[in-house]
């Protein structure tokens, strides 16, 4: 088994420093930062407000996301972010809920250090919840890195994105689920929940086989990732109860 | 649109009348005296120019950036200086993507007046080429949080992020000393950009009521307010600029009073920036000393001589130029040639924290004396594994120590750090015998208990991952 030398001394199956906060902004409904390492991104949501726009189905709730870069202009990256979040974060809430209504969710990237859609994910996913929005589940994200020869790293840093990198793939998988109900009621067409994928964005040549090699990987690691996000969505009490404007 | 128009937040008319009587008594709604200011924090981000002030509940970030373009037609040998303001949709429902507002065009009007028209940045330094190339300063204010007073809080950001950025130096050369090299942050060291003064923003509402004045008024009270009025005044006891637009009228002797309130606030918030700016410039030095202390420990090693002094001055240089992490792998191997022509091309850096390096230097020159009985110089060397996590444990050190006022206290504090690390860079080079990462594992325990868990969870994580898949 090959040894990846990586510039910060992980392991090719470690994760950088991981941290959640809640409740930062005093105006938005919810809001949340997360950081991997260096990679910090701030996300805020505004909870139902009346209409949907022109194009989108009035039958069900609508997701808006606005990504602000740190510096430049809004161009084609951005909205591309734009369009993978929303249709990501689509597929976690529950829609039929509030019909006819616009969720706004805002992501600011503070700074960009690899693995940024990752972080963004998360962080959406953590403000979300802050804000009370119903979801189904929750979503962690993960970026697997596929080097020259064939070995797969996790959480890229931007200087080991732009160097090693033959491609890489952004996975995001469901929240691993404790439940109170028995095993069997859970299961989707025989296998449970959390072994599917959200979405996957890939970069890159990769085979197939290396393509299931990031997928195993990812998946181990978003079980810690879970464990991670339901730990640090617990901890802070409701001590600011109201949010009305 | 409609729909959108319909979640516009409106204040009710008891609130209103609630601020605007407790104003007649002199008091505000956040308990504050009608010339008192929120509560101002500063804090920095990774990158050199970037910043975050939070005034009470407004929040914001600034950031600045440089690139070299060519210069206006008829100022060809000045730099530029561009603001752009950012009313993000998260700081309050009713500001849209897309186009920047009335409000946000004021607000970057304000800041602009404030630091290009008079003069605060010198923007003739900013020039390279005379007529060809010149550095061009963009400074973005995203705002966050908007719990008022947004004017103050978005200028305390770019002045911050002004004071804190680095940009790269570049030097003339080639045949006709036409072009231009800009040299990466690793070669040499970026340059501060020269400021002459702080243009401090104050912001000043009124109220319908007679001759009622606020200093930093809060959201609610601008929904209230009659009209507002901004003062940029510095401490040389300037006034930078005013802006009053429309709104209510007010006497000049309520104007006059508004200039001496506003020069006086400038005082306090311009102390508040240089303290906050104090530390910045305090830890950055620390992070290169600490940087180029382990590549010390290893050099002296390899070059094993009885002169230790001298050579640990040309490391004090080597530390100025700020060496990124592979070069200090590539150290390992570096021979006394290299060290001498690498100190050639020093830049002058940071000259009140030389004196203090070189004594720190000295210091550690002196353990080293103790070190060798427990240390193999000649042995197969630090491997790069235990050098990153000593690397790591000193960066976790120096976080763990609070960021000093005084600088002589943070070099001695550095110095003791190193002390520690010595033994710990000893025990994991006799014992590491094989590459396996138990070594660094087990330094990592013994030296920092805080450092310890978060990497233990990654390892028992990746190791169990590892099982799992």
């Known amino acids: 088994m090959m040894e990846i030398d990586r510039a910060d001394g992980r392991t090719p199956n470690q994760l950088r420093p991981l941290a959640c906060s809640r409740n930062i902004l005093h105006r938005a409904h919810g809001s949340a930062s997360w950081s991997q390492g260096d990679t910090k991104v701030l996300a805020a949501v505004y909870g139902p407000k009346a209409g949907t726009k022109k194009n989108e189905n009035p039958e069900k709730a609508c997701i808006e996301v606005i990504w602000k870069p740190k510096t430049g202009q809004i161009g084609k990256l951005e909205k591309e972010y734009e369009m993978i979040l929303k249709r990501t974060l689509q597929s976690i809430c529950i829609l039929t809920i509030n019909p006819n209504t616009t969720t706004s969710v805002i992501v600011q990237v503070v700074h960009d250090d690899g693995a940024l859609l990752t972080c963004a994910i998360n962080a959406a996913c953590a403000a979300l919840v802050d804000a009370g929005i119903p979801i189904k589940h929750l979503a962690v994200a993960i970026c697997c890195c596929l080097a020259e020869d064939g070995y797969v790293i996790l959480d890229p840093t931007k200087l080991e994105e732009q160097q090693k990198m033959k491609g890489f793939a952004f996975l995001v998988f469901p929240n691993s689920i404790h439940s109170v109900l028995p095993e069997g009621s859970l299961l989707v067409e025989g296998e449970p929940v959390e072994h599917g994928i959200i979405t996957s964005v890939t970069h890159g040549l990769m085979s197939v086989e290396e393509y299931l090699k990031c997928l195993e990987r990812g998946h181990a690691a978003s079980a810690k990732l879970s464990d991670f996000l339901r730990r640090s969505l617990k901890l802070q009490l409701p001590s600011d109860s109201s949010k009305a404007k | ?469």
């Not at chain 2, 923007?123 to 949080?145: F, N, Q, Y």
Request: one cysteine or more; proline letters at 5%.
């Open chain 2, 1 to 469: 649109m409609d729909a959108r128009l319909t979640n516009a937040w409106r204040m009710t008319v008891n609130e209103k009348k609630f601020i605007e009587t407790a104003l007649a008594s002199d008091l505000r709604i956040d308990g504050r005296n009608p010339l008192e200011y929120r509560k101002i924090t500063i804090k920095f981000g990774r990158e050199d120019g970037s910043s975050e002030v939070q005034l009470g509940q407004t929040h914001v970030m600034g950031f600045v950036t440089s690139q070299l373009v060519q210069p206006y037609r008829d100022r060809p040998n000045e730099g530029s200086l561009s603001i752009f303001t950012e009313f993000s949709p998260m700081a309050d429902p009713s500001f849209e993507p897309g186009r920047p507002g009335e409000s946000a065009v004021e607000l970057g009007r304000i800041i602009d007046r404030g630091l290009r028209e008079s003069r605060a940045v010198d923007t003739e330094s900013l020039c390279v080429l005379a007529g060809k190339l010149v550095w061009a300063i963009r400074i973005d204010l995203h705002i966050l949080d908007n719990g008022g007073n947004l004017v103050d809080a978005a200028n305390i950001a770019a002045l911050v992020a002004l004071l804190t950025f680095r940009r790269p130096e570049c030097t003339l050369g080639g045949e006709d000393g036409q072009q231009v090299m800009v040299h990466p942050p690793e070669v040499k060291e970026p340059l501060p950009l020269i400021v002459h003064h702080l243009p401090i923003a104050v912001t000043f509402a009124f109220f319908n009521s007679e001759h009622t004045m606020v200093v930093d008024p809060t959201h609610n009270e601008e929904a209230v307010m009659g009209g507002r009025m901004t003062v940029t005044a510095n401490t040389n006891g300037d006034i930078c600029a005013i802006q009053k637009a429309g709104g209510e009228g007010v006497t000049q002797s309520d104007i006059m009073r508004c200039l001496r309130l506003a020069s006086r606030n400038a005082e306090s918030i311009t102390k508040k920036i240089n303290d906050a700016v104090e530390t910045y410039n305090t830890e950055r030095a620390l992070r290169k000393i600490k940087r180029h202390s382990a590549s010390v420990a290893v050099d002296v090693s390899i070059s094993g001589g009885d002169v230790r002094e001298p050579e640990n001055k040309f490391f004090v240089h080597k530390g100025i130029s700020e060496l990124s992490r592979d070069q200090m792998e590539r150290l390992n191997l570096v021979s006394e040639e290299k060290c001498t022509s690498q100190s050639s091309d020093i830049n002058g850096g940071l000259s009140s924290s030389e004196q203090g390096r070189t004594s720190c230097q000295e210091g550690n020159a002196t353990n080293f004396l103790g070190g060798p009985s427990s240390w193999d110089p000649y042995s197969k060397g630090v491997d790069s594994d235990s050098l990153k996590v000593s690397l790591a444990s000193l960066g976790v050190k120096h976080a763990g120590i609070s960021a000093p006022d005084k600088h002589k206290r943070g070099e001695q504090k550095s110095t003791q750090a190193m002390e520690d690390k010595v033994p710990e860079d000893a025990k994991p080079a006799t014992s590491a015998t094989d590459t396996s990462r138990t070594g660094p594992q087990m330094s990592g325990e013994k030296t920092l208990k805080d450092a310890v868990k978060p990497k233990d969870k990654r390892r028992k994580r990746a190791s169990s991952s590892m099982n799992a898949s």
